[in-house]
């Protein structure tokens, strides 16, 4: 049975001042989320630690939830603060050999930018590929990687034109040269259909507060279970 569009629109408390247009920036809270963030701070204000038990299946839920979302397993998901969070823990958790290099996209959001910048005190270079008429091409990638290529980082969708990038093509591009694959995905997901597994992801980060509605603060990381081993822990964290 098809829901109108009303039922969804009540959802969302903004909707009575605005027709708010800017998800790509931040969402709205929802009521039902904003009710669930209610409870969880009433929780802790009124019982402190004796709340957990009840709490943490939720966050089993939520990464089960966001596994079947990407086509991942739970295991593949983890929580992080935002995207610049995510990236930041590819980029220095990997090992990197002076000479390596990483291939990204001139105009990319900065947070997928300065981290690979910031490699260069190990002498990896940063490779930036310019867009034709605002359009990433597959060619224009695959031609600026060589074999000291470790790592290509691209936007799902790109933030300042919208241009979605062709994941798949470019999975398969670093499936056969052997360069991993690093994915900022927070301009389309939620919108938009995404499978880790098809696309040949290896990372994946996104904050939550753009098409998945969610807080500002929370985010995931994707990390592929046969690459888990190459990626170094930047702190030792628990749950």
Not at 57 to 73: F, H, N, S, V, Y
Not at 127 to 137: D, F
């Amino acid at each position: 049975m098809e829901i109108p569009l009303s039922d969804y629109r009540n959802l969302f408390p903004v909707t009575r001042h605005y027709a708010y247009l800017n998800h790509a920036a931040y969402t709205p809270m929802s009521q039902p989320g904003l009710d669930a963030l209610a409870r969880y701070w009433q929780a802790q204000s009124t019982m402190g630690v004796l709340s957990e038990p009840e709490y943490f299946p939720i966050i089993d839920c939520a990464r089960e939830k966001m596994a079947r979302l990407i086509g991942a397993e739970p295991c593949e998901i983890g929580w992080v603060q935002n995207t610049s969070n995510a990236i930041n823990m590819v980029a220095n958790g990997l090992d990197w050999r002076a000479g390596d290099n990483v291939v990204t996209v001139n105009g990319e959001f900065p947070s997928n930018v300065y981290p690979w910048l910031g490699l260069k005190r190990l002498g990896v270079e940063t490779r930036l590929v310019e867009p034709r008429q605002n359009r990433l091409l597959v060619e224009d990638i695959a031609a600026a990687m060589d074999e000291r290529t470790h790592l290509l980082s691209i936007s799902f969708v790109e933030f300042a034109t919208g241009f979605r990038n062709d994941l798949e093509a470019l999975g398969q591009l670093c499936a056969e040269r052997g360069v991993l694959f690093n994915v900022d995905a927070i301009q389309g997901l939620g919108a938009l259909e995404l499978d880790v597994h098809r696309t040949g992801i290896h990372f994946l980060g996104a904050g939550a507060h753009k098409w998945l509605m969610g807080p500002q603060g929370v985010g995931v990381l994707y990390v592929r279970k046969d690459v888990l081993d190459c990626l170094r822990p930047l702190t030792a964290n628990w749950y």
